[in-house]
């Protein structure tokens, strides 16, 4: 199982910079797994596209501003990524930083708006610990300051706008660094139109990490190993996953988020376990899906573990042909691009 198995060719300017005016304008490729068949559809259809009585499964993480520009007492600029509280009363939180030389233990930064922080630890791969302070509420004074935490593919700064489209319009749990980009499609009409074909929605949670965006650099991929995340299923999702899964009803993951929790909490019996965990669950090709029957996810970078997942779903050499087809039809790709529907 090696990396360069997952490869492809792809023009820069297929790469979706700004999100379309309508989020549900978008295309979506639909491939059959069991056919082997490649449809070109519009993500409009998609509630016609599913079957009556399906269970759609969506991540309901919310992405922080978590970008924070500042500078040190020196004066020299800085840039921080908030990864992870890891302690709410002190609000100390796992970060990313990028400055011209690297920040010290005990170094004071200072934000926007009277934020400061201080440097009080270094973990393994360069990464800090920051103590935050601020005369408000910390988070909701992120909210103004902070900065949405778009790819690096997306070669821009972030926009006013981010803060919105980068956002699903179901996201209500605040923690992730990077949007479970499948659900950037659906509108609240999307969902009203999905009620009306009998499809059923529940959620879960999962932060997603920046490790989602961090190259693979193990030629060998049994040798990676993956960003843990943490997650929350409900007991009331948990229960309307296992009751769809035991009256034979479709499990449509909605991303490649679910995919990886729902397979994570499955037990050995088949049944969906609820509760709070950390997943760093790596799915490749040979992987035994329990779960999820359906898959609607964008298109991934090469050689990432994400392309690896749909690989191990629905087959490699598919994957691959349905990814050249999307290029020669000028399909718009990755966060803010275009998604594919895998039966």
Known sequence: MFLKNFDFELSQELIAQQPLGDRSSSRLLLLNKATR???????????????????????????????LLGRKQSGGQVEVLLVRQLDSEQNIWR???????????????????????????????????????????????LERVG???????????????????????FANNPGAVAAPTAGLHFSEETFTALAERNIDVCGITLHVGPG?????????????????????????????????????????ALGTTVTRTLEHAVDDQGVLQAGQGETDL?????????????LITNFHLPKSTLLVLVSAFAGREFILKAYREAVDHGYRFFSYGDCMLIE
Request: charged fraction near 30%.
């Open 37 to 67: 068949e490649i449809a070109h559809q519009q993500f409009a259809c998609l509630p016609k596209l599913l079957r009556e009585g399906d269970l759609l499964v969506r991540n309901e993480t919310r992405v922080l501003p978590a970008r």
């Open 95 to 141: 970060c990313m930083t990028r400055s011209s030389k690297p920040v010290r233990i005990g170094s004071l930064l200072d934000f926007p708006e009277g934020i400061s922080g201080e440097v009080t630890g270094a973990e393994e791969g360069g990464q800090r610990l920051l103590r935050f302070n601020c005369s408000g509420n910390f988070l909701e004074v």
């Open 147 to 169: 900065h949405m935490p778009l790819p690096p593919y997306i070669r821009r700064e972030d926009h006013e706008l981010d803060k919105d489209r980068y956002q699903t319009v």
């Open 212 to 252: 989602t965006f961090l190259p693979v650099r193990t030629e060998n991929l049994h040798e990676h190993r993956m960003h843990s995340e943490s997650y929350e299923i409900p007991e009331a999702a948990a229960e309307c996953i296992n009751a769809a899964r035991a009256d034979g009803r479709r499990i449509v």
């Open 282 to 294: 790596f799915i490749m090709p040979g992987f035994n899906f329990r779960m999820v029957d359906a």
